[in-house]
Structures are given as C-alpha cells and as structure tokens.
C-alpha cells in the first residue's frame, strides 16, 4: 500500500491524515424515537445528507409498544431498511438490526441520493413505546474519490 492510500488512515488514523470529510470514517448518530408522539404514523428523526453511505442500524426497544399493529424502520425517501415487524413481535425480538432483506426492505447498505431522515414507519396509531437508535453511516465526500484514490493502469 502506498501512502496515498486511504486504507491506512482508516485502521491507523492517528498516523494517516484524520481528516472529517476526506476518509472513510464510519460514525454512529444516536438519537431516541417515543412512538406515542409520532406524527402521522411516521416518526421522522435525524436528516442525513444527500451521498452519505448508510451501512445499518440497531434499534434497541426501551418502553414496550403498545396501540399500533406494526411498524419498519429505514429511509421512506430512499428505502427501508427493515422487515415489517408485528406489534406483538417488536417487544419479543430484542434489538432489530438492519439492514435485513424483506418486504419493501432493503439487504444491503444505502447511499442516499437526496437528503433523507431515518423513520419509524407505523401501521396504527401507538399509545406507547420507546426506543434507542444507533445508525452507523460515513458522511459524504467533500472531495471528488476518482480524482484524488483512483490510480490508473494502462
């Protein structure tokens, strides 16, 4: 690996360039949902920014639900991220981890092609319930990657 690589600054970043917006970071944002006070039956929290890489999410149940029917979590401008998970469910499964394959769901990490935030979408009106969400993402570049990692072989 040369030094112009950013593999490096991304398992050594004390040695490489450490620079917000230039590497490859992966940061989690954290952030709390009260399914009894969403709006319209979609909790809208956090924005991300338009070219961020979404690699998934873990939704840790604090107040057990109650009112709704069901409820899927992820991007409603983009994708969603997860299953539709039956009321009776949401408190027996522990932690929901996504990305996980499913209807309307996607399997895979998201790059989100316009600003986006991260929903708690509803079926049913829910009285109660309380959840943590961590969603780890990489921000997006400020500098072109082709011009300044891309290496060229003729």
């Known amino acids: 690996m040369g030094h112009g690589s950013s593999v490096p ?20 944002k954290s952030f ?4 009894s006070t969403m709006d319209d039956e ?3 929290t956090e924005v991300f920014t338009k070219g961020s890489v979404i690699w998934g999410f873990r939704i840790k149940i604090t107040t057990a639900a109650a009112g709704g029917t069901s409820m ?7 994708e969603m991220m997860s299953a539709t998970t039956a009321l009776a ?9 996504g990305p996980e394959l499913g209807a309307n769901a996607s399997a895979s990490c998201l790059v989100l092609t316009a600003n986006d935030t991260f929903d708690a979408t509803a079926v049913g009106t829910f009285t109660d319930g309380k959840c943590d969400v961590d969603i ?4 997006p570049r400020d500098v072109d990657f082709d011009a300044t990692f891309r290496e060229w072989v003729l």
């Open 72 to 78: 899927a979590f992820g991007f409603t401008g983009t």
């Open 9 to 28: 600054q991304m398992m050594f970043p004390v040695q490489g360039m450490n620079k917000y917006g230039t590497t490859d970071f992966i940061m989690c």
């Open 42 to 44: 979609t909790g809208a």
């Open 89 to 97: 469910n949401i408190d027996a499964i522990g932690d929901i981890v």
């Open 32 to 35: 709390k949902i009260d399914f």
């Open 136 to 139: 780890w993402y990489s921000a």
